[in-house]
Antibody
Framework: EVELVESGGGLVQPGGSLRLSCAAS????????MTWVRQAPGKGLEWVAS????????LHVDSVKDRFTISRDNAKNSLYLQMNSLRGEDTAVYYC??????????WGQGTLVTVSS | DIVMTQSPLSLPVTPGEPASISCRSS???????????LSWYLQKPGQSPQLLIY???NRASGVPDRFSGSGSGTDFTLKVSRVEAEDVGVYYC?????????FGPGTKVDIK
């Protein structure tokens, strides 16, 4: 059974940093693109970043470029999102997502990031 | 960026009746490899989104066959043949032809 468990969310001040982690199990992690999707309170879904199976290609939405970095450790079956220079508009639930056929076929339960002073 | 639009944005439904949601993209989602990178998701209240349809018309594993996806190019449709009470929530379409991946605004489905 595929399982994606996010951690690392919490309350952080504007300008601060957080590192989100996602522990994956139940599938061949190293053979799948992985993605972060976020959802601000009461809002729709927003793609944040994706990373290729071997980490050689990384894509980020413009609004987080130069602030967020997606990475992975295939030996640990783990996905990460390093978030720096956080802003109020980054407040959201962040979902770890497994990708196949360029669709998001499995989603974690999400971790809430709140950026506020 | 590819802009995704959905209609309607709100859809009251009657259990047992059919329902349909439209999704349009600002450019064709057909890749040169022949695949169309359009998928559909349902986010039930208080839950994470779940995949319903991928590659425009392929039902995801475990999705009831009352859900179907169709369309090509820039126009796509999600149909529910007979709505059940458990189908309420927000439905999203998503394109993954090119970065940035973009979602539609969502269609909220509830029971009349």
């Amino acid at each position: 059974e595929v399982e994606l468990v996010e951690s690392g969310g919490g309350l952080v001040q504007p300008g601060g940093s957080l590192r989100l982690s996602c522990a994956a199990s139940g599938f061949a992690f190293s053979k799948n693109w992985m993605t972060w999707v976020r959802q601000a309170p009461g809002k729709g879904l927003e793609w944040v970043a994706s990373i290729k199976e071997d980490g050689s290609e990384k894509l980020h939405v413009d609004s987080v470029k130069d602030r967020f970095t997606i990475s992975r450790d295939n030996a640990k079956n783990s996905l990460y999102l390093q978030m720096n220079s956080l802003r109020g508009e980054d407040t959201a639930v962040y979902y770890c997502v497994k990708s196949q056929y360029r669709a998001c076929d499995y989603w974690g339960q999400g971790t809430l990031v709140t950026v506020s002073s | 960026d590819i802009v995704m639009t959905q209609s309607p944005l709100s859809l009251p439904v009657t259990p047992g009746e059919p329902a349909s949601i439209s999704c349009r993209s600002s450019q064709s989602l057909l890749h040169s490899n022949g695949y169309t990178y359009l998928s559909w998701y349902l986010q039930k209240p208080g839950q994470s989104p779940q995949l319903l349809i991928y590659l425009s018309s392929n039902r995801a594993s475990g999705v009831p066959d009352r859900f179907s996806g169709s369309g090509s190019g820039t126009d796509f449709t999600l149909k529910v043949s007979r709505v059940e009470a458990e189908d309420v929530g927000v439905y999203y379409c998503m394109q993954a032809l090119q970065s940035p991946i973009t979602f539609g605004p969502g269609t909220k489905v509830d029971i009349k």
